[in-house]
């Protein structure tokens, strides 16, 4: 039976589209001797500046007097022996531990901006699925501006800092002729501080294959893609940072070193910190897939489409399945934008720089629910414990298991290795920090699958409306689950959500994540059509066999009662009730009443239909009250498959004249199952 759901599972996932919202070249994880880089202070070795003075005292005009004199000083250096871009102070580091220092202006690396001639302009190498290439290192270092405005590749300890007031007094600017602002490759131990990145075609700071790292109130904005991303290391701090007006996220730490995988709850450490940042006004406001070791608290996601999300789901990752993500204390509301009519409307279709981003425009590059606080989609051991999540028009916590197909493994035993011990505890749901009620439409959608996930006790609406509950220690859990494969109903919605693309400007319809509403919704569609073909068919059975008993006829509008309920539930999937549990209450008391009225004329499909029904009041057992421990499918899976058949069964029951009843009377006025011997054409049928 488990194969068989397997085998269905996997046939419609391979139907939907792979999408991956990052491409980089293969990467192996660092060793993890380095170390977090501390901030240096002393004087630097290099100064970047512009030469217009006029505009650089009006940017310093309001600083207090000591910083202002400081970058007074700075600059009076910088004019006999610094550089105007900061490439050329980039390329000017000869030894690791070197100190660039940014004065205050705007830097838009004039000789980087150009399109790529000769030889880079003709390189070989694949093309992500976004239209970029993928360069290998040595391509990068051969040609650093085919992509990057600013390249950092292979320097050691490098600390660049800008001299201002506040991170916005130094700006770098790619004007969305670049892949990347400012690229740092294979740079262990760098450290970027007090400035400003933004307007690329993909990234403003990205940080690849670092043993140590630092992001120190910088500043990111206005990407296609990416804020920050960092990929592929370790050692890593995020600190006081913001982000904002970025197509996918603003905080990205991807691949994040796997160094707690095979460890359970307590670890030895995490990889990457971030703490003291916002991220707003993005797609969604931290993501990462195999965002593994992260520990991310103390930060602000706020007023993105989704709070903060980490997934197994897109290939090429080194670190997969997503594990050991730690959230607590963040605050994270209030996550209801809505970008996708920027997409459906054509912004999104124009080049980067007429899109608006400046004026708020976002362009979503990935299909995820809007409105949702914290989102994992295959993801194990992760703790979201004493954060502050309200505000929420969907859900405060959405979990879904992704089979390991989805990022390019086949093999069988792995394909339900996500979602796992995931631990939602002690978290303040539906209240601001001042007490006051903000509440999620709902705190949790899950869709079922996965080992050991647990909630705290005190959540809201659900869906399901009964969870396993998490004790006092991690690892202790009340009433834990064990389901290899999601309720069939929301693997459906993921599938048909799944199917978006923002250059194909296809946003798919049956999905309330773009704006489906009533008989639009997939979930609304699949409900109604099975209702309308159980109604058929049952009132077909009922007029062909059971006509004429008052039980069955009662059993019948019972049943019908029930598939109509079951349409009206399907609508409150954003607000959970107790209507789908009561329509298969009546729905399953009509199967099991029915079955039992069968036995005499047709045993074997009689008892089906009990068992039919009896399957489905466990169902609606398991979706309101209690869902059943040591069971590998939810009800809802046998009663489906066991349903098909049923359905076939009873059109033939249905379609064939009914055998007589050698105990029943031998009356004119029989009921149709049980034929006159007055009516010989009939008892021979």
């Known amino acids: 039976m488990l194969s068989v759901v397997l085998a269905v599972l996997a046939a419609a996932l391979l139907t939907a589209p ?29 100064l970047v500046c512009k030469t217009d003075r006029a505009d650089f005292e009006r940017r310093i005009a309001a600083f207090p007097a000591g910083l202002k004199a400081r970058n007074q000083e700075l600059f009076a250096r910088c004019g006999s022996n610094g550089y105007r871009h900061l490439q050329q102070a980039v390329d000017a580091v000869d030894r690791p531990g070197m100190n660039i220092a940014i004065l205050p202006g705007l830097y838009e690396e004039e000789p980087s901006l150009p399109a790529p001639t000769g030889a880079c302009a003709s390189l070989k190498a694949p093309t992500s699925s976004f239209g970029y290439q993928i360069l290998s290192y040595e391509q990068q270092a051969r040609c650093p501006h085919n992509q990057n405005l600013v390249a950092i590749l292979g320097k050691k300890n490098l600390q660049i800092e800008g001299t201002g007031a506040s991170r916005l007094d ?35 700071l990205y940080v690849l294959a670092a043993d140590g790292f630092v992001i120190d109130d910088v500043l990111t904005r206005w990407n296609d893609e990416y804020g920050f991303l960092t990929f592929a290391s370790d050692h890593g701090l995020y600190k006081n940072c913001e982000s904002y007006g970025n197509g996918d996220s603003g905080i990205y730490p991807g691949s994040a070193s796997n160094i707690n995988d095979g460890y359970g709850y307590d670890v030895p450490r995490y990889s990457i910190e971030i703490t003291g940042c916002r991220s707003h006004h993005n797609m969604v406001g931290y993501s990462g897939t195999a965002g593994d070791s992260v520990w991310v608290h103390d930060n602000e996601f706020d007023h993105n489409m989704g709070g903060a999300s980490m997934d197994s789901a897109f290939p090429g990752h080194p670190g997969l399945p997503q594990n050991h993500a730690k959230f607590e204390r963040n605050l994270i509301h209030d996550n209801n934008e809505d970008y996708y009519p920027y997409v459906a409307d054509g912004t999104c279709a124009k080049p980067p720089a007429e899109r608006g981003y400046e004026n708020g425009v976002v362009c979503p590059q990935i299909s995820m629910p809007p409105g949702s606080g914290i989102i994992t989609a295959g993801g ?173 006829a009662a059993a019948l509008l019972t049943g019908l009662a029930g598939l109509a309920l079951d349409v009206a539930g399907s609508t409150f999937t954003l607000a959970p009730t107790y209507v789908p549990a009561l329509a298969l209450l009546l729905t399953g008391a009509w199967w099991t009443a029915t079955g039992l009225l069968l036995r005499p004329t047709r045993p074997v499909f009689a008892w089906t239909t009990v068992a039919l029904g009896l399957l489905t009041l466990l169902d609606a057992f398991d979706k309101a009250v209690l869902m059943i421990p040591g069971i590998p499918l939810s009800p809802a899976w046998l009663r489906l498959l066991l349903g098909v058949v049923w359905v076939l069964w009873a059109v033939i029951a249905a379609g064939t004249r009914p055998a007589p009843d050698p105990s029943g009377p031998a009356d004119p006025s029989a009921t149709p199952d049980r034929p006159s011997e007055d009516h010989p054409e009939a008892a021979a049928a």
């Open 170 to 204: 130094v700006v770098i600017d790619a004007k969305y002729a670049k892949l990347n602002a400012i690229r740092a490759d294979k740079s262990d131990g760098v450290y970027f501080r007090n400035f400003t990145a933004q307007r690329t075609t993909f990234n403003s």
């Open 380 to 552: 194990n051991w992760n703790l979201y414990e004493d954060n502050w999540i309200y505000g929420h028009d969907r859900t405060g916590f959405y979990l879904n298991a992704v089979p390991a197909f989805i990022r390019g493994e086949s093999a069988w035993a792995k394909q339900t290795d996500t979602s796992h011990h995931n631990r939602y505890a002690n978290n303040r749901l539906g209240t601001d920090k001042d007490g006051n009620s903000r509440p999620n439409r709902t705190d949790v959608w899950w869709d079922g699958q996965g080992r050991e996930n647990c909630w705290q006790d005190d959540t809201g609406a659900s869906s399901p409306r009964s969870l396993p509950a998490c004790g006092t220690a991690r690892g202790e859990v009340s009433g834990a689950t064990a389901r290899l494969v999601g309720e069939p109903v929301k693997l459906a919605q993921l599938l048909v959500c799944a199917d978006y693309s923002v250059q194909a400007r296809r946003l798919p319809a049956g999905c309330d994540w773009y704006g489906a509403r009533g008989l639009e919704r997939v979930e609304v569609q699949i409900a109604l059509a099975a209702s309308l073909l159980l109604a058929l068919v049952g009132t077909a059975l009922w007029w062909r066999r059971l006509r004429g008993r008052r039980l069955a």
């Open 18 to 46: 792979v999408a991956s919202a990052h491409e980089e070249r293969p990467v192996t994880l660092p060793d993890g001797s380095g170390s977090v880089p501390a901030h240096r202070t002393g004087e630097p070795d290099l």
